[in-house]
């Protein structure tokens, strides 16, 4: 039976990691740093007509350039960053910069579907590994007692991306073609290179083995976790990855307007992500993903019936975006949470997988709406995404709200 009764659990400080001089600068480096991943990460959805049509492949074949980037964080997250763990936090971010940037201006000038899916996929294992990284190095630099606030303004650069980032790109990839968007890319990241370098301090960094990631990888509980994660955070992505094909044939939406509507959906996850934050800090992280993941199921089914009208699409579309980033705050407490409890020793190899764990969920859900649209038809994808976020909201249920 679900647990009852009991209190919320008490917020946990990441006090067991070692502090340093705080730098502002240094978080604001690893901001914009977390912009270009985002934008990197979602820009293809926005554009997927146009990739399609530029490689002569279905858009089911296009989304797979979605799906390969969220492989590439499944592999990067916990297995690469173990052979760079020795050195120092700063220089593991500058080679993770480098590396990312390689592969975006391959993206940029490549004409062969095939050598893009390989480019996206490295760029996506420096995805993984930069969040890694980014979370401890930010937790280090963070002011005293602020560590959850230097937190959530790194990992806004995400947020930024959708609201801004994400928009400009696809109206840019409209009107110029799609590698423009990547040869943007490589230029955002060029600046944040140079910021982690001129102003990120050093930040030391602990070993970790690979006996520490089978180990997280065993624990029960953990992959209580893990399993919540990938499902809540895929979800949106069985409708979000072919968000432009349903506004487009079921909405009857031009493709010019697509752009403002990806900027509305990121204007709503902003709130949403605020939200999420706020209501997590006042009910714990096991009621608030009760409650956000109960709204997933029952927001994500309806877009299958308010496709069909533009107004109601657009609302859908806004509680999409709300419920989808509101639970990003409970899944990163009940994360911290269950690794200070069940990974003592090998936290940081915990943390690691469950970045994973994200993009597990988002490889999964993109892989399986390219499946259901291409032979059920795109208007079966909400169905689906309710679907996919059903386990996490089952698992969430018998979760004890103490842990």
């Not at 919320?8 to 006090?15: D, N």
């Not at 107004?311 to 639970?327: E, K, R």
């Amino acid at each position: 039976m679900p647990a009852q009764n009991q209190p919320p659990e008490t917020p946990v400080s990441p006090t067991s990691i070692h502090k340093q001089k705080p730098s502002p600068q240094g978080i604001l480096a690893l901001a914009l740093s977390a912009f270009c991943m985002g934008v990197t990460e979602f820009i293809v959805a926005g554009i997927l007509p146009d990739v399609a049509e530029y490689f002569m492949v279905s858009q089911p074949v296009a989304g797979w350039l979605v799906t390969i980037y969220a492989v590439g964080v499944v592999v990067g997250a916990p297995i690469l960053t173990i052979p760079i763990s020795r050195l120092d936090r700063k220089y593991q971010l500058m080679l993770n910069l480098g590396v990312f940037l390689l592969a975006n201006l391959i993206v940029a000038v490549s004409e062969s579907f095939y050598l893009t899916l390989v480019a996206r996929f490295i760029a996506g294992c420096m995805h993984g590994v930069f969040f890694v990284i980014a979370t401890i190095a930010a937790v280090k630099i963070a002011k005293a007692g602020k560590e959850n606030t230097a937190l959530a303004l790194m990992v806004s650069g995400l947020t930024i991306a959708l609201v801004t980032g994400i928009p400009l790109g696809t109206f840019v990839g409209q009107q110029f073609g799609f590698q423009a968007i990547f040869w943007l890319i490589v230029g955002l990241t060029s600046i944040a290179l140079l910021s982690v370098l001129l102003i990120m301090p050093r930040v030391s960094s602990q070993r970790t083995h690979i006996q520490g990631l089978f180990l997280a990888l065993k624990a029960p509980k953990l992959l209580r976790a893990y399993i919540i994660t990938a499902c809540t955070c895929g979800a949106s992505f069985v409708i979000y990855t072919y968000i432009a094909e349903l506004l487009l044939s079921l909405s009857n939406f031009d493709r010019a307007s697509i752009a403002s509507i990806l900027l509305l959906y990121g204007g709503s996850a902003v709130v949403g992500n605020l939200l999420g934050g706020k209501i997590t800090d006042a009910k714990g992280s096991v009621l608030s993903l009760r409650l956000m993941l109960g709204a997933q199921v029952v927001i994500y089914a309806l877009m299958a019936f308010n496709a069909y009208s533009q107004v109601l699409v657009l609302i859908n579309l806004c509680l999409m975006g709300m419920v989808a980033f509101a639970s990003i705050s409970p899944l990163k407490s009940l994360a911290i949470l269950s690794s200070h409890k069940y990974a003592k020793g090998f936290e940081d190899s915990a943390i690691s997988v469950n970045e994973g764990a994200f993009n597990v969920g988002i490889a999964s859900a993109s892989a399986l709406g390219g499946v259901v649209f291409a032979h059920l038809g795109i208007g079966w994808n909400p169905i689906f995404a309710a679907l996919f976020a059903l386990p996490a909201l089952i698992l969430a249920l018998y979760t004890p709200r103490s842990l």
